[in-house]
C-alpha cells in the first residue's frame, strides 16, 4: 500500500473498534477498493487492527509521559483537546477519553471558525504556541546596558565621546 492509500484506509478506521465492516470483505480482508495503485494482498482485520491499537497506544503513552509534571495531576478534572488533522478521525475523541480516563474534546476547523470566543479562550495558549514556534522573535527581551554609566557633558554629547 502507497501512502495515499493509507491515508483512504485511516479515515475510514472506526478508532472505537466496534464498527469496521465497511473496510473488509465478508472473509475479514482488506476490501480490493482501497488497493488503488498497489496490487491487491490479503491482509487481515486483525492485523490492521491490532497494528493500529499498538501505535495508537505508542503515541498516547508518549503523550501521557510527557504529561507528568510536578504537581498536575491528570484525575484533577481537567480536559483532554484534540486538534488538528487527527481530530477528524472517527471515534478517536472515545479512544482517547478511554485512555487517559478523562473528558475529550474536539476542535475542527469547522469549530474553530464558528467559535468566536476561540482567541479568547486559547489566548495564553495561543502566545505560548507561538513562542515555541518562532522563537523569542516576537517577545521584547531587554538589552543589557552597561554597569559603568559615566556622565557625559553637554559637548561630549554634542561631539562625540572621548
Do not use: H, M
Not at 495508537?56 to 510536578?70: A, G, H, N, S
Not at 478517536?92 to 469549530?111: D, G, H
Amino acid at each position: 500500500l502507497n501512502l495515499d492509500e493509507t491515508k483512504i484506509i485511516r479515515n475510514n478506521i472506526d478508532f472505537s473498534f466496534q464498527n469496521n465492516q465497511n473496510l473488509f470483505d465478508q472473509d475479514d480482508f482488506l476490501k480490493n477498493t482501497y488497493f488503488i495503485d498497489s496490487n491487491f494482498r490479503k491482509i487481515s482485520k486483525n492485523l490492521i487492527l491490532n497494528v493500529i491499537k499498538a501505535r495508537l497506544d505508542e503515541i498516547l503513552e508518549i503523550l501521557k509521559k510527557q504529561l507528568i509534571v510536578p504537581g498536575f495531576n491528570l484525575n484533577s478534572g481537567i480536559n483532554f483537546l484534540l486538534t488538528g488533522e487527527g481530530s477528524n478521525l472517527l471515534n478517536l475523541e472515545k479512544y482517547c477519553e478511554n485512555f487517559f480516563r478523562l473528558s475529550t474534546k474536539k476542535i475542527s476547523q469547522n469549530n474553530i471558525e464558528n467559535d468566536n470566543d476561540f482567541e479568547k479562550n486559547f489566548a495564553s495558549s495561543l502566545g505560548a504556541l507561538k513562542i515555541i514556534k518562532d522563537g523569542w522573535e516576537t517577545e521584547a527581551i531587554p538589552e543589557i546596558r552597561e554597569k559603568n554609566i559615566e556622565k557625559i557633558g553637554f559637548f561630549a554629547k554634542i561631539f562625540g565621546n572621548r
